[in-house]
T-cell receptor
């Protein structure tokens, strides 16, 4: 079992729709969860982080964390073509206690005009 | 307020040569991380350093790879005797204060091509 799992996609949504990206993780002791966006050929760009169970909203983005189910998701409302990118879920590897991030493979999102 | 800086942005080496990748963290950041992204693969942790100390090198290949973060100057990732399989994007990230509670910001990366 991979430590952090994401559906590679592509996930295709029409412009203006809600895009839902999902991620599961295996280390029950994980503390910090991050969503990064990566455009092709570019570096990862932080979108959101979440530490506590529940929802966290920032503009069009909402991160959701459920530690009991070991599940974290990212919702993008009013999706725009410029949101088309690969979204990386990252989890702080608590076992090592060093801040090492463990990344999923990423989900490719395509927003069609 | 400059972000994480990496150079060179592109590096071409022939098999057997050495590659040196440099990373300057964001101002005030004392934690540096190196990640590697192979073509069509995810980001993999390599090493975590603080000034003059290697904290976690569990992701570093045992041979040919080394990293340092001296008291003065940038962090260096060094790859000796490069092979074609080393071709990848190498990203540096930095964070402020406690790495357990703070976020990592990534530099633009160095794209290494081994001929």
């Amino acid at each position: 079992q991979k430590e952090v799992e994401q559906n590679s996609g592509p996930l295709s949504v029409p412009e203006g729709a809600i895009a839902s990206l999902n991620c599961t993780y295996s280390d029950r002791g994980s503390q910090s969860f991050f969503w990064y966006r990566q455009y092709s050929g570019k570096s990862p760009e932080l979108i959101m982080f979440i530490y506590s169970n529940g929802d966290k909203e920032d503009g069009r983005f909402t991160a959701q964390l459920n530690k009991a189910s070991q599940y974290v998701s990212l919702l993008i409302r009013d999706s725009q073509p410029s949101d088309s990118a690969t979204y990386l879920c990252a989890v702080n590897g608590k076992k090592s206690n060093t801040g090492k991030l463990i990344f999923g493979q990423g989900t490719t999102l395509q927003v069609k005009p | 307020n400059a972000g994480v800086m990496q150079n060179p942005r592109h590096l071409v080496r022939r098999r057997g040569q050495e590659a040196r990748l440099r990373c300057s963290p964001m101002k005030g950041h004392s934690h540096v991380y190196w990640y590697r992204q192979l073509p069509e693969e995810g980001l993999k942790f390599m090493v975590y350093l603080q000034k003059e100390n290697i904290i976690d090198e569990s992701g570093m290949p045992k041979e040919r790879f080394s990293a340092e973060f001296p008291k003065e100057g940038p962090s260096i990732l060094r790859i000796q005797q490069v092979v074609r399989g080393d071709s990848a994007a190498y990203f540096c990230a930095s964070s402020l204060d406690s790495p357990l509670t703070d976020t990592q910001y990534f530099g633009p990366g160095t794209r290494l091509t081994v001929l």
